[in-house]
């Protein structure tokens, strides 16, 4: 509010108040877009936790009906790195994942430890 009023003042010249509202345009315009990258990216960020909180739901029931490929893609989308000792699936979980490890382990998915 003050930059008007020094013009209609007359203590600053045109030129100069066109120049520092130019620039408080394009300042207001960096902002706005960095405010809309922010609220992307939380929003991104929540529709990711809430997946993941869905499917941790889920899980047990999916391991259970799934085929092969489908096992694979959990044990990607769950697990950092795996070891496979004969017939023994070991695993290292990812977060949020690891708090739910214990739920894994089921008699109708093989008897094998995931």
Known sequence: MQLPNLRLLEEIDS?????????LRDEETGLRL??????????????????????????????VTADYAAKRRILEITCLNGKLDDA???????????????????????????
């Open 88 to 114: 023994t699936l070991y695993v290292t979980i990812k977060k949020p994942f690891d708090l739910l490890a214990k739920g894994l382990i089921s008699k109708e998915s093989g008897g094998g430890r995931i």
């Open 15 to 23: 030129n100069t108040y066109a120049a520092k509202a130019q620039e």
């Open 34 to 63: 960095q405010i809309e990258r922010y609220i992307r990216e939380r929003t991104e960020i929540i529709d990711v936790a809430v997946k993941a909180f869905e499917l941790s739901q889920r899980l047990r029931d999916k391991w």
